[in-house]
């Protein structure tokens, strides 16, 4: 590695940002091939190296060796923080498997971890994926009561609950809501409400939202515009669908 060659010899640091980086660029197994060579030159892995792996693992559903490396920490005596729990309840959430996030919940607890706002958004985005929205307010009622502010991503995540189950009056009113609250709305809470405006048929609400996110300087990502371009279509707007999607190439340019 180029980090060795110099005569600055790395620190755990150092690999900790390599291995983060290639778990980013999905590079796990060089992550971990490093990582299975630390202890040659003398180091030790700490909770921030097994936290980058355990995130790398979780994003292509590796749960053999994240367990694996869940049972290396407890085997090294190293603490789970509220981190690596984090990490694990989104996994499991975005995967459906809601009663094993619950469970990580529950060791928290026990181990006297606070989950903060993050932590509670993972488990109410992930009932909401499923349409569950009992379960994703009484999550959210709990948030609450340990005294955590609800930010814009959780109630990004309550609109998409709320459009799955065809609770469309629902997933309006909490839009409207969201600035009395003191939060702004993002491109994903627009994204969210268009998609799920098309999807019942009412276009012209999802294109007026189009309008005014515009008018609020907010740039469309690739999402929003293929939502745009899905509505156009279906209400027979061709020509200009077209001379949208020749715009996007500034929002898709290749680097």
Known sequence: MILEKGRCKPNIKAYNTVIDSLCKDR????ALQIFSKLAE??????????????????????????????????AHKISLDMVTFTILVDAYSKEGLLKDAEDVFKIMRQLNVQPDVITYNALIDGYCLLGDMNKALEVF??????G?????????SLMNG???????????RLF???????????VV??????????????????FKLFEEMQARKLSPDIMTCSILLKGLCRVGRITEAFSFLRMMKGFTKKE
């Not at 009622?141 to 340990?146: L, N, P």
């Not at 955590?148 to 990004?156: A, C, D, E, G, M």
């Not at 627009?190 to 048929?201: A, E, I, P």
Request: proline content about 2%; overall charge positive; glycine content about 8%.
């Open 27 to 30: 590079m796990v197994d060089d």
């Open 41 to 74: 030159k003398g180091m030790s892995a700490n909770i921030v190296t097994y936290n980058f792996l355990l995130h790398g693992l979780c994003n292509f559903c590796r749960w053999k060796e994240a367990k694996y490396l869940l049972n290396e920490m407890v």
């Open 141 to 146: 009622d709990s948030a609450v009561g340990m």
């Open 148 to 156: 955590l502010k609800p930010n814009i991503v959780t109630y990004n």
């Open 162 to 172: 709320y459009f799955k189950r065809g609770h469309v009056n629902e997933a309006w």
């Open 176 to 186: 409207l809501e969201i600035p009395c609250k003191g939060l702004e709305h993002t």
């Open 189 to 206: 809470s627009y994204s969210t409400m268009m998609q799920g405006l098309f999807r019942v048929g009412r276009f012209t609400d999802g």
